[in-house]
């Protein structure tokens, strides 16, 4: 396997240290280590990894593959479900993914909650979803599916379409049942209802509430207005899109993407569309990867004006808000004027785009470029002046760099504390390498206020790339010339019968994409968003794992927000950036 950056060094050293209980695969898309490890050792490699010089110290993703109906299996040894582990290292701006096998009748592996707080989350539902038992788990309960759910969703002989399920019938019994699910006892928390001295108070804020950005609940254990303790109750949202990936083929998926995280649009399609692409070596043009960039910076301005405008009316001041979307209107009119849609474009494909720019595109551009300058200094002012939203954002909800990585804590969120890590600069795709910006970051410590002052900063760095490919949109083709992309010329079909059938084959089922597997992460809004793909060889997806952000952020809010007072709860909120479609996916 030839990897992208010099991981030589380390994989020498686990195979040295652990020769006996690992493997490396030696076929992926990945472009860094896989190892397949025995699970009585997955603990003692995590810690040595996170341990070592510039160390791994990010737990970036956990779940699992059901493996039971794979045709094409890169290992050969037995298993019917895998847990996969992926570790980042920030100084070293390196992963490693770490692969545990398990046998249908022994589906048990530590839990590493202890080795990374962050794992909770995730170990909750991949038991949710996979029925995988991680043992000695502290809270090992569903977290995305109600409680009275049956089966493991994301397992193989589990039906994706709902026309393949019983027909449901809903009855006083069931609505009582599900009614009862939802009602609140403490304990079921391990929240206390009283203390030696008081009796504490519980507050359900959400899954209905303004301020909780979305169908989003979050518990309160309340002593006054201090926060004693809080729980946040996530899944209000959830649609299945990784199971939906089963079964969709790999052009007809492109729209889901756009869906997981709302307000990013094109952003969202490309981790997926570049996972593809790296499985078949696909080459892009540079106009195809310049309108690419045009557009996802596009989607990042528009997403991050929403961000300002909505959480300074969080805090009391209702003018921006207006403005924000006075704003974000002019970016959806050159989105529409592009791709013929606003919010959803579903406007990249796998090789290229969906259409070339059309003419006067550059008008737009021009316009909102002289526009959008003088408003900046407006945003600014509602940040850096406003005495009140300043006394209520400094030094409010703050968490250091090392707080923030052991979280997996990524984008704004992550540089406020002084981390300079964009994937665009880190690791750059799409022809990122080529466009001038800066990264703003912060001083050491992310707080409310720091957070929403390098939002504003990044709108100012967006605004230069899309600047610069107005002055240097490449001149060429939008597609590229590949027979899973683009399909045979017209000319030809008429004369070849062969020809035809390709034609006709790629319009009906899509691409037949090689056995292989991938990952493809991308600097989104909200942080590192990416596409774990495993493709069997066939017209869809075996696995589609997708990364969001805004999960580990919402994972976090206890450890930052405990201690503090209620009003700081809402500057905090929404402080991270969230949408609930990126958590729940």
């Given at each position: 396997?030839?990897?992208?950056?010099?991981?030589?060094?380390?994989?020498?050293?686990?195979?040295?240290?652990?020769?006996?209980?690992?493997?490396?695969?030696?076929?992926?898309?990945?472009?860094?280590?896989?190892?397949?490890?025995?699970?009585?050792?997955?603990?003692?490699?995590?810690?040595?990894?996170?341990?070592?010089?510039?160390?791994?110290?990010?737990?970036?993703?956990?779940?699992?593959?059901?493996?039971?109906?794979?045709?094409?299996?890169?290992?050969?040894?037995?298993?019917?479900?895998?847990?996969?582990?992926?570790?980042?290292?920030?100084?070293?701006?390196?992963?490693?993914?770490?692969?545990?096998?398990?046998?249908?009748?022994?589906?048990?592996?530590?839990?590493?909650?202890?080795?990374?707080?962050?794992?909770?989350?995730?170990?909750?539902?991949?038991?949710?979803?996979?029925?995988?038992?991680?043992?000695?788990?502290?809270?090992?309960?569903?977290?995305?599916?109600?409680?009275?759910?049956?089966?493991?969703?994301?397992?193989?002989?589990?039906?994706?379409?709902?026309?393949?399920?019983?027909?449901?019938?809903?009855?006083?019994?069931?609505?009582?049942?599900?009614?009862?699910?939802?009602?609140?006892?403490?304990?079921?928390?391990?929240?206390?209802?009283?203390?030696?001295?008081?009796?504490?108070?519980?507050?359900?804020?959400?899954?209905?509430?303004?301020?909780?950005?979305?169908?989003?609940?979050?518990?309160?254990?309340?002593?006054?207005?201090?926060?004693?303790?809080?729980?946040?109750?996530?899944?209000?949202?959830?649609?299945?899109?990784?199971?939906?990936?089963?079964?969709?083929?790999?052009?007809?998926?492109?729209?889901?993407?756009?869906?997981?995280?709302?307000?990013?649009?094109?952003?969202?399609?490309?981790?997926?569309?570049?996972a593809i692409e790296k499985i078949e070596n696909i080459l892009i043009t540079e106009r195809?990867?310049?309108?690419?960039?045009?557009?996802?910076?596009?989607?990042?301005?528009?997403?991050?004006?929403?961000?300002?405008?909505?959480?300074?009316?969080?805090?009391?001041?209702?003018?921006?808000?207006?403005?924000?979307?006075?704003?974000?209107k002019k970016i959806y009119d050159i989105i529409e004027f592009i791709t013929g849609a606003?919010?959803?474009?579903?406007?990249?494909?796998?090789?290229?785009?969906?259409?070339?720019?059309?003419?006067?595109?550059?008008?737009?551009?021009?316009?909102?470029?002289?526009?959008?300058?003088?408003?900046?200094?407006?945003?600014?002012?509602?940040?850096?002046?406003?005495?009140?939203?300043?006394?209520?954002?400094?030094?409010?909800?703050?968490?250091?760099?090392?707080?923030?990585?052991?979280?997996?804590?990524?984008?704004?969120?992550?540089?406020?504390?002084?981390?300079?890590?964009?994937?665009?600069?880190?690791?750059?795709?799409?022809?990122?390498?080529?466009?001038?910006?800066?990264?703003?970051?912060?001083?050491?410590?992310?707080?409310?206020?720091?957070?929403?002052?390098?939002?504003?900063?990044?709108?100012?760095?967006?605004?230069?790339?899309?600047?610069?490919?107005?002055?240097?949109?490449?001149?060429?083709?939008?597609?590229?010339?590949?027979?899973?992309?683009?399909?045979?010329?017209?000319?030809?079909?008429?004369?070849?019968?062969?020809?035809?059938?390709?034609?006709?084959?790629?319009?009906?089922?899509?691409?037949?994409?090689?056995?292989?597997?991938?990952?493809?992460?991308?600097?989104?809004?909200?942080?590192?968003?990416?596409?774990?793909?495993?493709?069997?060889?066939?017209?869809?997806?075996?696995?589609?794992?997708?990364?969001?952000?805004?999960?580990?952020?919402?994972?976090?809010?206890?450890?930052?927000?405990?201690?503090?007072?209620?009003?700081?709860?809402?500057?905090?909120?929404?402080?991270?950036?969230?949408?609930?479609?990126?958590?729940?996916?």
């Amino acid at each position: 396997m030839k990897y992208t950056r010099n991981y030589e060094y380390i994989v020498k050293k686990i195979q040295k240290k652990f020769s006996k209980y690992i493997k490396l695969q030696r076929k992926s898309a990945f472009n860094f280590p896989v190892f397949w490890v025995r699970k009585e050792k997955i603990k003692s490699i995590i810690l040595f990894l996170k341990s070592i010089d510039k160390p791994y110290n990010m737990l970036y993703d956990l779940h699992a593959i059901d493996e039971r109906f794979r045709r094409k299996k890169f290992d050969p040894s037995e298993k019917d479900f895998t847990v996969f582990y992926h570790l980042l290292s920030i100084d070293r701006n390196d992963d490693i993914l770490l692969k545990v096998a398990l046998i249908e009748e022994d589906l048990n592996v530590p839990t590493i909650t202890k080795i990374f707080k962050n794992a909770n989350w995730y170990e909750r539902e991949t038991w949710e979803m996979f029925g995988i038992f991680f043992e000695n788990h502290p809270n090992l309960t569903r977290i995305l599916m109600p409680k009275s759910w049956v089966g493991h969703p994301l397992r193989k002989d589990y039906s994706a379409k709902a026309t393949e399920q019983k027909s449901f019938f809903m009855n006083s019994i069931k609505e009582r049942k599900y009614m009862q699910d939802l009602e609140f006892d403490p304990s079921d928390w391990n929240m206390k209802k009283n203390s030696k001295k008081e009796e504490f108070m519980f507050l359900n804020l959400g899954p209905n509430h303004p301020s909780v950005h979305g169908v989003f609940r979050i518990i309160l254990q309340l002593k006054g207005e201090e926060i004693i303790n809080c729980a946040p109750d996530i899944g209000y949202h959830h649609r299945g899109a990784e199971k939906i990936g089963e079964i969709q083929s790999w052009h007809s998926y492109i729209p889901y993407t756009d869906r997981i995280e709302y307000l990013g649009g094109c952003i969202n399609e490309m981790p997926y569309i570049l996972a593809i692409e790296k499985i078949e070596n696909i080459l892009i043009t540079e106009r195809a990867k310049t309108i690419r960039v045009l557009l996802s910076e596009l989607f990042r301005i528009n997403s991050h004006l929403l961000y300002i405008g909505t959480y300074i009316q969080d805090l009391g001041c209702m003018s921006p808000i207006f403005l924000t979307f006075f704003d974000r209107k002019k970016i959806y009119d050159i989105i529409e004027f592009i791709t013929g849609a606003r919010m959803h474009p579903a406007w990249f494909r796998i090789g290229g785009i969906a259409n070339d720019l059309p003419n006067g595109w550059e008008n737009l551009i021009k316009s909102f470029l002289s526009w959008i300058p003088k408003r900046l200094k407006i945003y600014r002012h509602f940040i850096s002046e406003n005495k009140i939203l300043v006394d209520r954002t400094k030094k409010v909800a703050s968490y250091d760099s090392q707080q923030a990585i052991e979280w997996g804590v990524t984008g704004s969120s992550l540089r406020a504390t002084g981390i300079d890590f964009d994937i665009r600069k880190k690791r750059p795709y799409s022809g990122y390498e080529n466009f001038d910006f800066e990264i703003p970051i912060g001083n050491g410590i992310s707080d409310c206020y720091t957070r929403a002052k390098i939002k504003l900063e990044e709108i100012h760095e967006s605004c230069k790339i899309v600047q610069q490919c107005l002055e240097n949109m490449p001149k060429g083709e939008i597609k590229s010339d590949h027979y899973l992309t683009t399909p045979p010329k017209r000319d030809h079909t008429l004369y070849s019968i062969e020809t035809l059938i390709t034609h006709f084959l790629h319009s009906s089922w899509g691409p037949i994409i090689s056995e292989n597997e991938s990952l493809q992460m991308v600097e989104a809004t909200k942080g590192i968003n990416s596409y774990y793909i495993i493709s069997d060889g066939g017209i869809c997806s075996y696995r589609t794992r997708i990364r969001t952000p805004s999960f580990p952020h919402l994972q976090q809010i206890p450890s930052v927000i405990n201690g503090s007072v209620l009003q700081d709860l809402i500057a905090y909120l929404g402080s991270i950036d969230f949408v609930m479609s990126d958590v729940d996916r």
